[in-house]
Structures are given as C-alpha cells and as structure tokens.
C-alpha cells in the first residue's frame, strides 16, 4: 500500500509538467488566433481586448495554465475559438479512437502471445524462425506502408474487409485498421513473450517441477509461462496509450473520425485549446496506464512487492 | 575479450554479414549519391513523364514531377541514414552521462533525472513531434534531428542508469574505490565500459526506428519539405496515387524497409553475440 502511495504522488509532478511542457509549445505556435479568427477584416481594439480577455490570452502563461488545469479537472476542457466546447468536439472522436485502439490491444494480446508461445517452445524450430523473421519485417515496415497495402489488397482487391470510415460499425470497420495498427505492437509482443519463455524454461524451478514428474502442459502454463508474462504485461501497458497517441496514421489510412485526425487537423489550424485538450488527456491515459502496470507488477510478482516495500 | 568472443560469433552469421552488407551499401548512397544517380537530385524532371512506370531508361520509372525516380530515390537516402544515425548518437551520448550520473550518484541527481525522464517518456511520440515541428515551419534535417533526440533519449538513459545502479555495487569498483580512485575515474574507466554494451545494442535498433519515425513525420507533411528528397516525403506523394501507379509506393518502400531492417538485424545479432546466455 505504501508503495502504490508512492507511485501515485511521483505520478502527479510527472503529469503537472508533462501538460505545462505541451501547452507552452502549443501555444508558443506563432501566430495570433484572435487574429487569424478575424481572417482580413480589421477588428476593433475593444473587441480584441474583450477576446483576449475572455480566453485569458493577456495573462502570463504559467496563470493561463492554472486556469486551465482547473478547468480540466472539473471536465471543462475550455472552447475552441469559434465557440465550441472542446469536450463536445471531441465525445464522439474518443469513441472511435478508443475502439480502435482496443481492437488493435486486444490482437496485439492474443495474437502476440500465442506467436511469441508457439515460438519458445520449440527454439530452433521451423515456427520459431517464421515468427522471428517475420516479426522482424513487420518491426521495419512503416506503419502507413502496411496500412495502404493492407486497404488496397484486403480490402479493395479481396473485398475482405470494408476499406475506409466506421459505417459497418464495430467490429467490422475496426478490424483492417486495428490489424494495421497493432502489428507493431505484437511483433514486440511475440519477440518479447518468446525471449521471456525460453529463459524461464531453462530455469531452476521449470527443471525441478519436470523432475518431480509433472506434465509437460502443467510445467509450461502454471509455472512458465506465468512468469513469463511479467514483462509481456508491462510492455502491453505501456502500449495502450502508445496505440491511443499513434492513431493519427491509421486513422489517416482508413479515414476514421477519430481524435487523432481532429488532432492533426487543429495543429495545422493552430486550434491551441483542442490540441492541448486532447494530448493531456493522452497523457492521462498513458501515465494512468504505466501506474495500473507498476501496479500490476507487485500483483504478479511477489518478490517484486516485497523489494520495493 | 568479450568483443573478440562476439566478433568470433559474428563472423559466421550470414544475417550479419547481410545487414552489414546492406548498410554499407545505403551509407554509400547517402554520403555520395552521385556514384550511384546519374542525374541531381529534381534535375531534368519532364513533366510529360510524370507517373510514368518502370521501363527502358528509366528503372523505377518517373514520379509525380516527371523526375527519373531511381535518381530521387537514391538521393532520399541521405536524409534518413543522417537523421537516424545523428540522432541515435547524440540521444547516446545524453543517455551514458545522465545515465551514469544517475546511477552512480543517486539520491537528488537521480530523482531529478528520473522524474524528467519519465516526462519525456510521457510525450506522445508523433503528436509531441507534431507540434513543435509546426511551431517552427522552417526546419530542415537538423531540426528534425534535434526534435527527435529531444523524444527519443529516455529509454536509453533509463537502460544506462539501470545498468550503472547493478554494477557499481560489484567488487571490483569498491576494490578500485578502495585504492583511492576519483568519482570520474570509477565512472569512466570501471563502470561505464562494462556496462554500456546493452545500450550499444538497443543504439543500434534505434537507428531503425528513427528512421521509421523520420519517414512518418515526413509522411504527416509536417517533417522535411520539398525540394528536400527523403523517402518519406516520396511515400507522402505516392499515397494518392499509388493504387494506379504502384511503382511510386514500391520503392521508396523497398529502400526504406531494407535499411530498417538491416539496423534492426544487426542490432539483435550483435546482442546475441554479446549474450551468452541466449547461445
């Protein structure tokens, strides 16, 4: 309990200046909004000072901040400069970000595991070198490579799967996007659940429980592969908000309303408050997603609790 | 010793010398383009050819400028190798000071270390990059690079300080203490060559991914522009048009995917050589 007390108070400087890191970049883009809202007409001093002052514009930075922090923890994540809320531009983009992300987790978890297995087991072999060389090769290909031969082949030539936007819904619109999107993360997930089983298989106690006579599948699952797993989840963890802030490719690829596209889309328009809205809240996800695996990690392993305590 | 036992090893692996192969090749490439193109990079581009395929006199065919494409594609090679290898060095370098630092004194230094580590460690890659790079809209390779390294030093520094923390509590360093050694000295003659080679490694399968992360923010439109020439910025135009006309997605993709690759190999068989547990 104490360590998780730990972990969760160095969480909150970690996020402090992470968001205070973006939202000085974000809005140190030059330019002047209120400005660039007005397109050529002339706009009245009065006006501008009103402006400026309403989105806190003429304050320092580091109050800005505070007044916007404040406002995120209430679930006020402030309004674009046209108006609009930033929340509501985003609810329905979450959603499909969220899906995708989780379809590609959930392959990456399955697939990976069940690769990385099937390879550690039998070290040397003929599956152990396809997953080995193919991982390898799906780790080099870019990301927006696979992603456009995926929808050219699977999609349009095959017909397999639909080739771009969400009309077919979950899981049939997610399916193509989230393979692309998780095949770099369960090349690592299968690598890493291979090197891990294969050095567990080797050691002490898998050899001790093989001597006491206990089966194959009962040696490999209870004892093995358990431990094996220790890093697997880590990296898994880790992942989910790698998936979530990595989405901006595939979202491309596939045309998905998702918020990595409505991301993209305002840093070019230089929309500060919808950048700065949603990459702290990525933060949140991926800072939340590395404690829940600290976490996890004491659960696990036990020797791992006591070190730490 | 150690290096001489992995060279031994090296030396039969046929992926080794594959990689190794293919990577002197791209770094020919890179530092002089001119041996292996005939023409400059967008020179005697012809408008009238423009997506034109493969054929005589023209190999990879022409692209969206009407540029003869093995000419464009030869000369995209330079920005990659030059961004992944400046930026894996110089994330190195930062990684085996902080790192060791970290390590080896502990305490403050360390928490401060660590703790900005774990920001850095928190920035979306691709949006973090984004960001800064629209910030500063005239960038070239050197930007590019410095905002990479900016992303990517921290899994390295955490790699070096974990190292540091398990071997400055060997014998031999408090032996070396013992007999009146400076801090500096226990840092860099004792420690740091026996605990740097896993780093090398993970350096190494760096450079790929750097490579891969270039070609992605030049793909966005937000990395290098024209008239520079890199892969990415090649696959950037190719994605509108290359389900008619393969050949401009097909190549920079080839040339690409075999650097990466060939990083990526070599990094794991040298960690292999240098492993004996795995042999």
Redesign the interface.
């Known amino acids: 309990m104490r360590y998780a007390a730990r972990r969760l108070a ?1 969480a909150v ?3 402090v ?2 968001t205070f ?2 939202y000085t ?2 809005f ?3 330019g002047d909004p209120m400005l660039a809202l007005a397109g050529d007409k002339p706009v009245p001093e009065q006006v501008l000072a009103v402006m400026r002052q309403r989105y806190h514009l003429d304050e320092p930075l580091l109050v800005q901040y505070g007044h916007y922090m404040l406002g995120v923890f209430r679930g006020d994540l402030g309004e674009t400069f046209t108006g609009q809320p930033v929340s509501e531009l985003l609810q329905d983009r979450w959603a499909v970000t969220a899906q995708l992300a989780l379809t590609a987790w959930v392959f990456e978890l399955v697939v990976g595991i069940g690769l990385g297995v099937l390879a550690g087991l039998r070290r040397g072999g003929a599956a152990d070198t396809a997953v080995l060389a193919g991982t ?2 799906v ?7 696979v992603g ?1 031969t995926a929808q ?1 082949v699977l999609g ?1 030539n095959l017909g397999l799967f639909p080739t771009a936007g969400t009309d077919d819904g979950w899981p049939g619109s997610y399916l193509l996007p989230g393979m692309v999107l998780g095949s770099f993360g369960l090349a690592y997930v299968a690598r890493l659940t291979r ?1 891990s089983l ?2 567990n298989l080797r050691a002490d106690y898998v050899r001790t429980a093989t001597a006491k006579g206990m089966v194959r599948r009962r040696v490999v699952g209870l004892h093995a592969l358990r431990n094996s797993l220790i890093p697997v989840v880590t990296y898994l963890g880790v992942d989910f ?2 998936l979530m ?2 989405a ?2 595939t979202e ?2 596939f045309n998905l309303p998702g918020i990595g596209q409505q ?2 889309q305002s ?2 328009l230089q929309e500060g408050p919808v ?1 700065v809205g ?2 702290t809240l ?2 949140m996800v ?2 939340a997603a ?1 404690l829940a695996v600290d976490l996890l990690y004491g659960v696990l392993d036990p020797r791992i609790r006591r070190a730490r305590a | 010793m150690l290096a001489r036992d992995a060279w031994l090893e090296l030396r039969g692996r046929a992926v080794f010398w594959l990689s190794a192969t293919v990577l002197l090749v791209a770094s020919a490439m890179a530092a002089f383009p001119g041996l292996f193109a005939a023409l400059g990079p967008n020179e005697r581009c012809d408008l009238r050819m423009s997506k034109r395929g493969p054929q005589a006199g023209a190999l990879f065919g022409y692209d969206l400028q009407g540029c003869d494409y093995w000419s464009q594609v030869v000369h995209g090679t330079r920005a990659s190798v030059v961004v992944g290898v400046a930026v894996t060095v110089f994330a190195l370098l930062i990684a085996i000071v902080l790192g060791l630092v970290a390590g080896f004194y502990g305490g403050l230094a360390d928490a401060l270390i660590s703790r900005t580590t774990d920001v850095f460690f928190g920035v979306p890659f691709v949006l973090g990059a984004t960001v800064v790079l629209v910030a500063f809209p005239d960038h070239g390779m050197w930007a590019m690079t410095l905002v990479l390294v900016l992303l990517g030093w921290t899994t390295m520094t955490r790699l070096m300080r974990g190292q540091v923390i398990a071997i400055k509590h060997m014998d031999y360093v408090a032996a070396a203490r013992m007999l009146g050694a400076s801090d500096r000295r226990l840092m860099v003659r004792h420690i740091l060559p026996n605990a740097v080679a896993p780093v090398f490694v993970v350096a190494m399968l760096n450079v790929g991914n750097v490579i891969a992360g270039e070609a992605t923010l030049d793909y966005l439109g937000v990395g290098l522009q024209y008239p520079d020439v890199s892969w990415g910025l090649q696959l950037n135009t190719a994605q509108t048009f290359f389900a008619e006309h393969p050949h401009l997605l097909v190549f920079p993709a080839l040339f690409l995917t075999a650097t990466v690759l060939s990083f990526l190999m070599l990094g794991d068989v040298v960690r292999d050589a240098l492993d004996p547990r795995l042999r």
């Open positions: 160095q400087p970690v996020f200046v992470t890191l973006i970049m974000v140190a883009l030059p390898t090769f780790i080099a290909v870019p990301v927006f490579v456009y050219i349009l090197t294969v050095e908000g790698n802030a990595g901006v490719v491309g690829i991301v993209f840093i070019q950048v949603v990459v990525l933060v991926f800072i590395n």
